[in-house]
């Protein structure tokens, strides 16, 4: 069984900084891609930045600049690192996770997501 677990969200204060952390854990292989997505209320489920196992990432337009992921293939953790936040940063941000097990099947993980919040 494969579980992914977020930590770090809170309340922070514009421009204020953050930094999210996510592990994966249980009956890994490998881990490929992994990724942060965000969703605020009303608002579809987005893709805010990426890392593949080489290190290579993509991140959202409007936070390009601002967040930075990073990951670490040894403890199938990764982190975002949140800069200059602003209140549309508000969401709920979720980890995902593309992971192998012994078998070798391939299947997308979610965790269960934690709350950022942007406010003065």
């Known amino acids: 069984q494969v579980q992914v677990v977020e930590s770090g969200g809170g309340l922070v204060q514009p421009g204020g900084s953050l930094t999210l952390s996510c592990v994966a854990s249980g009956s890994i292989f490998s881990v490929h891609v992994m990724a942060w997505y965000r969703q605020a209320p009303g608002n579809q489920r987005e893709l805010v930045a990426s890392?593949?196992?080489?290190?290579?990432?993509k991140y959202a337009d409007s936070v390009k600049g601002r967040f930075t992921i990073s990951r670490d293939n040894n403890q199938n953790k990764v982190w975002l690192r949140m800069n200059n936040l602003n209140p549309e940063d508000t969401a709920v941000f979720y980890c995902n996770a593309e992971i192998s097990d012994y078998g070798l099947a391939t299947n997308e993980y979610w965790g269960q997501g934690t709350q950022v919040t942007v406010s003065s």
């Open positions: 890392i593949a196992r080489s290190g290579d990432t």
